[in-house]
């Protein structure tokens, strides 16, 4: 089992920029995929990226591709998402997620029963 904890989340204007961190622990960091996904009031949790156990290979919903960028320090046992161009669709809870399992060199998985594990969230308001 792995433990995950965010920060960095807050409230900015529009067409602001917020990072995201998620501190890994319990378990090797380096040997799983890891993932963000969001969750707006009165909806599901949603896919927002992934990447994969290396850092090589990432995938972006279509909704934030080109504004967000999602990373990972191995070393630092941390992946981060830099969130760009905010506008206030992008108002959620974002959690981020470790895989359950090891897979292969550049698998980055998206749907939600992919992920074992969960952080307890952090909260992102975007003001217009």
């Known amino acids: 089992q792995v433990q995950l904890v965010e920060s960095g989340g807050g409230l900015v204007q529009a067409g602001g920029s917020l990072r995201l961190s998620c501190a890994a622990s319990?378990?090797?960091?380096?040997?799983?995929?890891m993932g963000w996904f969001r969750q707006a009031p009165g909806k599901e949790r949603e896919f927002v990226a992934a990447?994969?156990?290396?850092?090589?290979?990432?995938y972006y919903a279509d909704s934030v591709k080109g504004r967000f960028t999602i990373s990972r320090d191995n070393a630092k046992n941390t992946v981060y998402l830099q969130m760009n161009s905010l506008t206030p669709e992008d108002t959620a809870v974002y959690y981020c997620?470790?895989?359950?399992?090891?897979?292969?060199?550049?698998?980055?998985?998206?749907?939600?029963?992919?992920?074992?594990?969960w952080g307890q969230g952090t909260q992102v308001t975007v003001s217009s």
């Open positions: 319990g378990r090797t960091f380096s040997s799983y995929a």
């Open positions: 990447i994969d156990w290396s850092g090589g290979s990432t």
């Open positions: 997620a470790a895989d359950r399992l090891r897979r292969r060199l550049g698998a980055t998985p998206q749907v939600l029963a992919d992920f074992g594990s």
